[in-house]
């Protein structure tokens, strides 16, 4: 089996959770690209997708996006998981908004497609790394949402994102026969 772990990120922060869950897959025995949204030109070699961006401004990366749009048809007819990033899944209240805001609007870009499954992962704060506009609109989301508003917080938990991985490999297994 052939996945393609498809990501976009803009401070390299998905770029590490996808490179994690390609990992997990591999060990699992399967032959897996890890690649930029941007960078895929042909995605009809791979058995099986998982794409993943960032929340940024309550929204998906826009070459991710682009990537669910171009690739509509291969994503709906072969297994295809999500999964998104985002400061406000590092709390309980903030997960459940990203999933009941967020997700819905990802998947609008393609309404035929059905993910297998939902990754719905805390990323990382790092205000150091903003540029000042940046900085500006972070800090009203954060302070909004009561998350922290200066410095670096990495809530990634791997232990959930690796047993996410393990999942989603065993259903691509599952619905390949393999
Ligand atoms: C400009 C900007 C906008 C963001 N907007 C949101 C947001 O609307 N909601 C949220 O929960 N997190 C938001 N975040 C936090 C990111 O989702 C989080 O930092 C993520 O780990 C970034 O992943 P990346 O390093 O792959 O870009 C934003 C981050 C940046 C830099």
């Given at each position: 089996?052939?996945i393609?772990?498809?990501?976009?990120?803009g401070?390299?922060?998905?770029a590490?959770i996808?490179e994690a869950?390609?990992?997990?897959?591999?060990?699992?025995?399967?032959?897996?690209?890890?690649?930029?949204c941007?960078?895929?030109?042909?995605?009809?070699a791979?058995?099986?997708f998982?794409?993943?961006?960032?929340?940024w401004?309550y929204?998906?990366?826009?070459?991710?996006?682009?990537?669910?749009?171009?690739?509509?048809?291969?994503?709906?007819?072969r297994?295809?998981?999500?999964?998104?990033?985002?400061?406000?899944?590092?709390?309980?209240?903030?997960?459940q908004?990203?999933?009941?805001?967020?997700?819905?609007?990802i998947?609008?870009?393609v309404?035929?497609?059905?993910?297998?499954?939902?990754?719905?992962?805390?990323?990382?704060?790092?205000?150091?790394?903003?540029?000042?506009?940046?900085?500006?609109?972070?800090?009203?989301?954060?302070?909004?949402?009561?998350?922290p508003?200066?410095?670096?917080?990495?809530?990634r938990?791997?232990?959930?994102?690796?047993?996410?991985?393990?999942?989603?490999?065993?259903?691509?297994?599952?619905?390949?026969?393999?």
């Open positions: 089996m052939k393609l772990v498809a990501y976009e990120t401070h390299g922060t998905t590490e996808a869950i390609g990992e997990v897959m591999r060990e699992a025995g399967a032959e897996v690209d890890v690649a930029r941007r960078k895929v030109e042909d995605a009809s791979y058995d099986a998982v794409v993943g961006s960032p929340i401004a929204k998906w990366l826009k070459p991710a996006t682009a990537f669910l749009k171009k690739n509509a048809e291969l994503l709906c007819q297994p295809t998981a999500i999964f998104l990033t985002s400061g406000a899944a590092a709390e309980a209240k903030g997960r908004m990203a999933m009941d805001k967020w997700v819905p609007k998947l609008s870009a309404p035929d497609l059905e993910p297998v499954a939902i990754g719905n992962f805390a990323g990382v704060l790092s205000f150091p790394k903003y540029n000042i506009p940046m900085r500006l609109v972070m800090m009203a989301i954060c302070k909004s949402q009561g998350a508003t200066s410095g670096t917080v990495d809530y938990d791997w232990d959930e994102i690796k047993a996410w991985a393990a999942e989603v490999h065993a259903e691509f297994s599952r619905r390949w026969g393999q």
